[in-house]
Every structure is written in structure tokens, then in C-alpha cells.
């Protein structure tokens, strides 16, 4: 079975803090991503990387950085925690998939990230 | 650009009742979409994916969905639902660049 798995399940930060969410998954997959959920706005993309040291943009990448300096593991950056970064922070992991195939994303627990 | 639409942010059904929840798409290449459910302090779980093989997906736990082109829908039913089948569901829908585009989610809850 595909794991994936966030570094805490529950967080509380300081406003202004740095806070590091960490991401690992053990299926060599290329694709990682990192999502926002909050209630009535579903899951919303932070930001996503297709391989070692590459990263792109998502829909709400203000406030957020990542990096991604081994395959397995993917870390997202919150330089100076705010109150509206209060939120459930998900990970997922994909692979590339063959041509014409879909790909699943799956997803790690999530860690609900309380910012004071 | 891709985007999903969930109607009914909440669906109450009583346990052995039909469950549906509604998922309609927009997209400008032939969609890929998924359903995965949510339970309570857990990540997402996938239910079951469209991959253009067949427009009637079968899923776990009792779950289908049929993709019909024509209404850009692809709604979820269980014909008989469990209590364990109370959870947050989403629909998705990929884009050409392996990126999801999940809708609002809809809460269903099961009663006894």
C-alpha cells in the first residue's frame, strides 16, 4: 500500500512564527502536492512539484514556499505564520502514469495547523 | 481550465436508504474524475476514478458512479447506505497537467 505521511497531526504556532509542514511518501512518485482544506471551500492547491528541486505554483501560493530536496519528501514553508493560515494541511503524492492512463493522488492524514 | 460543482453541501439519509450526491464538471479536454471520501480526522480516500473504459464506475465499499457526457455529470449512489458511510465525499477532476480540481465537498451524515 502507498503511504504517505505528514510529520504532525496537530500544530499550534505563534503568529509571525516559521513553520515547516514535512511530507514523505514511500512509492517513489514523481508528483507531490500540497492542499489547503477548509470548510465550504474544499481542498485548494498550495503548490505542487514533478521532481527533485522543481516546483510550481498552485491556485493560493501567497504566504507558502516548499522544496523539495529528495524525492520522497516534500516540505512546505509557512515563512511568517498568520491567523487565515489557520486551516487542515494535506499531502498527496501521484505518479506520472503511463500515456492515456489517470493517475490517483494519495493523500497523507493532514495536519490541522492552529495559528495564534 | 477544469472545475467541479457539488450540489447540497450536506445530505441526510437514513441507514439502508439510496445515497446520491450530485458532481457536475467543466472541461475543455475529456475529463478524468474521481470521488474520494473524507472520514472524520483522516485524509482523503479514493472511492473510485473515470478513466473512459466504461461510463459506469464501480467503487469500494458499495459505491458507483455513472459519467454522462451529455449533462457533464458524474453523480456517486449507493443503492443502500451504512452508518459507516458517514464521511465528507468530494468529487475531482484533473486537468491535462496532473493537477486536481476538487469541489466543496458535501457532509453526509446516516441516520439510524
Known amino acids: 500500500d502507498v503511504k504517505v505521511t505528514q510529520s504532525s497531526r496537530y500544530l499550534v504556532k505563534r503568529t509571525g512564527e516559521k513553520v515547516f509542514l514535512e511530507c514523505v511518501q514511500d512509492?517513489?512518485?514523481?508528483?507531490m502536492f500540497w492542499y489547503r482544506q477548509d470548510p465550504g471551500l474544499g481542498l485548494r492547491l498550495i503548490y505542487f512539484?514533478?521532481?527533485?528541486?522543481?516546483?510550481e505554483k498552485g491556485d493560493i501560493p501567497e504566504g507558502y514556499s516548499v522544496s523539495r530536496e529528495k524525492k520522497e519528501r516534500f516540505s512546505l514553508i509557512l515563512e511568517s505564520a498568520s491567523t487565515n493560515q489557520t486551516s487542515m494541511y494535506l499531502c498527496?503524492?501521484?505518479?506520472?502514469?503511463?500515456?492515456?492512463?489517470?493517475?490517483?493522488?494519495?493523500f497523507g492524514p493532514g495536519t490541522r495547523l492552529t495559528v495564534l | 481550465a477544469q472545475s467541479v460543482t457539488q450540489l447540497g453541501s450536506h445530505v441526510s439519509v437514513s441507514e439502508g436508504a439510496l445515497v446520491l450526491l450530485r458532481c457536475n464538471y467543466s472541461?475543455?479536454?475529456?475529463?478524468?474524475l474521481f470521488w474520494y471520501v473524507q472520514y472524520p480526522n483522516q485524509g482523503l480516500q479514493l472511492l473510485l476514478k473515470?478513466?473512459?473504459?466504461?461510463?459506469l464506475v464501480k467503487g469500494i465499499n458499495g459505491f458507483e458512479a455513472e459519467f454522462k457526457k451529455s449533462e457533464t455529470s458524474f453523480h456517486l449512489t449507493k443503492p443502500s447506505a451504512h452508518m459507516s458511510d458517514a464521511a465528507e465525499y468530494f468529487c475531482?477532476?484533473?486537468?491535462?497537467?496532473?493537477?486536481?480540481?476538487f469541489g466543496a465537498g458535501t457532509t453526509v451524515t446516516v441516520r439510524a
Open positions: 473515470y478513466t473512459s473504459a466504461a461510463t
Open positions: 498527496a503524492s501521484s505518479s506520472l502514469g503511463e500515456a492515456g492512463e489517470t493517475d490517483t493522488q494519495y
Open positions: 475531482a477532476v484533473r486537468s491535462n497537467d496532473y493537477k486536481l480540481s
Open positions: 472541461s475543455s479536454v475529456p475529463p478524468y
Open positions: 512509492m517513489d512518485h514523481e508528483n
Open positions: 512539484s514533478y521532481d527533485v528541486k522543481m516546483k
